[in-house]
C-alpha cells in the first residue's frame, strides 16, 4: 500500500515538471513572436545634396559592340558537294566560290546539248536556203528554227544549273561554323556555313529626349573601351528610331569600321551636342530602384520622405533631375534598401 502510494505520488511530480516546462517554454515562444517595431531604430545612411552643376554638352553613354552582319552560306539545287575550300576561321570575300556541286552529269549533258545545237543550225540554215530557192516550205523552216531556239534555252538552262551548283560566299568575312564537308548530300537551302562580318561593328545606345534631337544620321561619335585605354574609334549614327521606349529615350544605332575590337566589348560612346548648360543633379546611386522607377529618399531632420522625381540626361557619375527636387534638397546615396517613408536616419557622411 506505502509502495503503491509512493509510485503514484512520483507520476503526480513528473507530470507537474513536464506541465511547468511547457508553459515555461510556450511564453518563451510567444515572446519570441512579437513583431519588434524597427520603425524607431535610426538607419545608417550616406547621404549628398542636389546641386546646380555645369553640364559641358557631351554625353557618355555605355553599350556593348555587337555584329552587324552575319550570313549563312547555302546551296540552291540538290546534289553531292564535289570541293569545299573552307574551314573555320578561314577569310572569304564576298562573291567568292568557295566550294562546288557534283556537276558532272550536267557538263556532259552541256556537251550533249551543244552538239545538237550545232547540227539545228546547219539544218535551219539548210531549210532556209531551200525556201528561199523555192525548194523547201515555210513550215520547215518555222520548225528548224523553234528547234535550235529550244535547244539554245536548254543550254541556258544547264549553264545556269552548272553555275547554281557554285557554293559562294554572300559577305566578307570569318568563316565562324562550318556544318558539312565534301562528298555530303544536300537539298535546296541547304546550310553548309556561317560567315561573319568582323570589320563591320555596330553598337546600340539610348538616348535621352533633350539630347536625341541633336543627332542627325551621318553624324560621328567617339567611341573608347577599357580594353584600349589610349586609343579611341570613330562611330556612325546609321539610326535613330522615331519613337521613344516609355522612359522617352530613343534607341540610336552607330557603325564601326574597326579590326581591332570585337563583338560583345564593353565600350562607352561619346556625343559632343554642342552646347553648354547648369542643371540640377544628383548622384546616381541616390535612385532607389534605378531610372525605370526614378523614386529618392529626402532627408528631413531625423527622417526621411519617399519622393518620385523625373530624371534626364546621365552625367558620368551625375543624373539630371528635371522636377521633383530643388537645389539644396539633401538625398540618401546608400542604405535605402532599409529605409521606407517616414524611417528615421543617422548619417554617417555627406558626399
Avoid: C, W
Wanted: glycine share 8%; proline share 3%.
Amino acid at each position: 500500500m506505502k509502495k503503491s502510494f509512493i509510485v503514484t505520488l512520483t507520476i503526480f511530480a513528473f507530470a507537474g515538471l513536464i506541465a511547468f516546462t511547457l508553459f515555461r517554454n510556450k511564453k518563451k515562444i510567444e515572446a519570441n513572436k512579437v513583431v519588434v517595431d524597427r520603425s524607431i531604430i535610426p538607419v545608417s545612411v550616406a547621404t549628398a545634396k542636389a546641386q546646380l552643376l555645369p553640364f559641358d554638352g557631351k554625353v557618355s553613354l555605355p553599350a556593348s559592340l555587337e555584329l552587324s552582319n552575319e550570313a549563312t552560306i547555302a546551296v540552291g539545287i540538290q546534289g553531292k558537294i564535289q570541293k569545299l575550300t573552307i574551314d573555320i576561321g578561314s577569310r572569304v570575300a564576298k562573291g567568292q566560290i568557295v566550294g562546288t556541286l557534283d556537276n558532272r552529269l550536267k557538263s556532259i549533258t552541256l556537251k550533249t546539248n551543244e552538239l545538237t545545237l550545232a547540227k539545228l543550225e546547219k539544218d535551219y540554215a539548210r531549210n532556209n536556203d531551200l525556201y528561199k530557192g523555192n525548194a523547201g516550205t515555210e513550215l520547215s523552216v518555222v520548225n528548224a528554227k523553234y528547234d535550235v531556239e529550244n535547244t539554245r534555252l536548254q543550254i541556258e538552262q544547264v549553264k545556269q544549273q552548272i553555275e547554281d551548283g557554285n557554293i559562294i560566299s554572300p559577305i566578307s568575312g570569318v568563316v565562324t561554323a562550318r556544318k558539312l564537308v565534301a562528298g555530303e548530300f544536300v537539298s535546296p537551302g541547304t546550310v553548309i556555313a556561317t560567315v561573319t562580318d568582323d570589320v563591320h561593328l555596330k553598337t546600340v545606345v539610348f538616348v535621352n529626349e533633350k539630347d536625341v534631337y541633336q543627332l542627325r544620321l551621318g553624324q560621328t561619335a567617339k567611341v573608347s573601351s577599357d580594353v584600349f585605354p589610349n586609343k579611341s574609334f570613330s562611330g556612325q549614327i546609321k539610326f535613330i528610331s522615331p519613337k521613344g521606349d516609355e522612359n522617352h529615350n530613343y534607341r540610336v544605332e552607330l557603325l564601326l569600321n574597326t579590326n581591332v575590337l570585337r563583338a560583345g566589348t564593353y565600350v562607352m560612346v561619346d556625343f559632343d551636342l554642342g552646347r553648354k548648360a547648369t542643371l540640377l543633379q544628383i548622384p546616381k546611386l541616390a535612385l532607389a530602384e534605378g531610372t525605370k522607377n526614378p523614386f529618392v529618399y529626402v532627408v528631413e531632420g531625423n527622417t526621411v520622405v519617399l519622393r518620385k522625381i523625373t530624371v534626364g540626361r546621365e552625367i558620368g557619375e551625375n543624373i539630371e533631375v528635371i522636377s521633383g527636387l530643388v537645389a539644396g534638397e539633401e538625398v540618401v546615396t546608400s542604405g535605402q534598401i532599409n529605409l521606407t517613408n517616414g524611417s528615421k536616419i543617422t548619417k554617417t557622411t555627406n558626399q
